[in-house]
T-cell receptor, first 112, second 112 residues
Framework: IAGITQAPTSQILAAGRRMTLRCTQDMRHNAMYWYRQDLGLGLRLIHYSNTAGTTGKGEVPDGYSVSRANTDDFPLTLASAVPSQTSVYFC???????????FGQGTRLTVV | AQSVTQLDSQVPVFEEAPVELRCNYSSSVSVYLFWYVQYPNQGLQLLLKYLSGSTLVKGINGFEAEFNKSQTSFHLRKPSVHISDTAEYFCAVSLTGNQFYFGTGTSLTVIP
């Protein structure tokens, strides 16, 4: 089934540890995004990529890094996790600028 | 700067009654507008979008929204709700920079 796959679905992580959230899409979309969803704050953009080889910072990029080596994959890395990074993380993609975004099922991350 | 305001964090409504979920945005440039729905423990699914043309937009599941440029609003409506409409609803705007900005969400609860 075409779409976006995120892994893992949930994770408990010790503070200070490094963690990479994986995101793969098979729709050949140019643009990809990472959001975090927190109660009362909605979804906030962490990083985005308009096309393979390019990335940009969103609203809340601190503590996160991304790479876009190819069209399909857009991993999000927490270099040294902190409890404030406890959240639900969603990866999304869109075919072109300003078209609708398609979302993965999310990764629930708890940093303790 | 741009922002999205969803005026109601929670909306309870009886089954088969009409509902309106409010969304206002602020932007100094033209935007594209979206409504997404999120069912429990799932990702976001597109309900409808406004890119251009008719200001009344029809989406899936009987929802519609009207773009009002003078009031910078994009309210979501449904004439008769069902139990299955219970979910979180997010309004979003997109700029030419290919970034989506989301509101904080409205929790719709349909009461039998």
């Amino acid at each position: 089934i075409a779409g976006i796959t995120q892994a893992p679905t949930s994770q408990i992580l010790a503070a200070g540890r490094r963690m990479t959230l994986r995101c793969t899409q098979d729709m050949r979309h140019n643009a990809m995004y990472w959001y975090r969803q927190d109660l009362g704050l909605g979804l906030r953009l962490i990083h985005y990529s308009n096309t393979a080889g390019t990335t940009g910072k969103g609203e809340v990029p601190d503590g996160y890094s991304v790479s876009r080596a190819n069209t399909d994959d857009f991993p999000l890395t927490l270099a040294s996790a902190v409890p404030s990074q406890t959240s639900v993380y969603f990866c999304a993609s869109s075919a072109m600028m300003n078209t609708e975004a398609f979302f993965g099922q999310g990764t629930r991350l708890t940093v303790v | 700067a741009q922002s999205v305001t969803q005026l109601d964090s929670q909306v309870p409504v009886f089954e088969e009654a009409p509902v309106e979920l409010r969304c206002n945005y602020s932007s100094s440039v033209s935007v594209y507008l979206f409504w997404y729905v999120q069912y429990p423990n799932q990702g976001l699914q597109l309900l409808l979008k406004y890119l251009s043309g008719s200001t009344l937009v029809k989406g899936i599941n009987g929802f519609e929204a009207e773009f009002n440029k003078s009031q910078t609003s994009f309210h979501l409506r449904k004439p008769s709700v069902h139990i299955s409409d219970t979910a979180e609803y997010f309004c979003a705007v997109s700029l030419t920079g290919n970034q989506f900005y989301f509101g904080t969400g409205t929790s719709l609860t349909v009461i039998p």
